[in-house]
């Protein structure tokens, strides 16, 4: 079965400082890996995914995630906080092997940037 | 891209009563997915929907308190049944693009809150 795992629940980084929000799943064979953001009181937004290719993906708003199939990691990413990037961040992985077809979401991390 | 209509976006119930979701898909989809996302949680699957089947239920969820129809290809209901304050939650309905490796598309979701 495909599970994802974000082990931190909250993150705090200073505006300006570089930001990571860590991923790592579990498939049978190959992931789809995506990335959400969800701001308070308003949906799920897109950010990026990975799909094949090269392990650097860039997405939405600057951020950016890095695929690491030995560490089975997807580290989300951003060189520069912003406090507007204050938000709860979800992983995401689609086991493109599994009948199911499902995506799974981790238990999210919620992401302060102090100003 | 798809466009997802859920309604109602909110409602009261009182407890022992019945909530059905709606979720109108402006294309053609071949599966949509119902998610309950309780309060500052992550996105838990209660069942996958497939046009002309029954719709797979995960683990903890089950038929007869959430059923789910799947008339045609841009639509679907999701019930929830006999509620308890337990119940209280935002429930989103979800569709994937043409392939696999698309990102999921949300609904604005209903948020319960059952009394």
């Known amino acids: 079965a495909q599970s994802v795992a974000q082990p931190e629940d909250q993150v705090n980084v200073a505006e300006g400082n570089p930001l990571t929000v860590k991923c790592t799943y579990s498939?049978?064979?190959?992931?789809?890996l995506f990335w959400y953001v969800q701001y308070p009181n308003r949906g799920l937004q897109f950010l990026l995914k990975y799909i094949t290719g090269d392990n650097l993906v860039k997405g939405s708003y600057g951020f950016e995630a890095e695929f690491n199939k030995s560490q089975t990691s997807f580290h989300l990413k951003k060189p520069s906080a912003l406090v507007s990037d204050s938000a709860l961040y979800f992983c995401?992985?689609?086991?493109?092997?599994?009948?199911?077809?499902?995506?799974?979401f981790g238990k999210g991390t919620r992401l302060h940037i102090l100003p | 891209s798809a466009v997802i209509s859920q309604k109602p976006s909110r409602d009261i119930c009182q407890r022992g009563t019945s909530l059905t979701i709606q979720c109108q898909v402006d294309s053609q989809v071949t599966m949509m997915f119902w998610y309950r996302q309780q309060p500052g949680q992550s996105l838990t699957l209660i069942a996958t929907a497939n046009q002309g089947s029954e719709a797979t239920y995960e683990s903890g969820f089950v038929i007869d308190k959430f059923p789910i129809s799947r008339p045609n290809l841009t639509f679907s209901t999701l019930t929830v049944s006999n509620l308890s304050p337990e119940d209280s939650s935002i429930y989103l309905c979800?569709?994937?693009?043409?392939?696999?490796?698309?990102?999921?598309?949300f609904g604005s979701g209903t948020q319960l809150s059952v009394l």
């Open positions: 995401a992985v689609r086991d493109i092997w599994n009948r199911d077809d499902k995506i799974i």
């Open positions: 498939v049978s064979g190959n992931p789809y």
């Open positions: 979800s569709v994937s693009g043409r392939t696999r490796s698309e990102k999921l598309f």
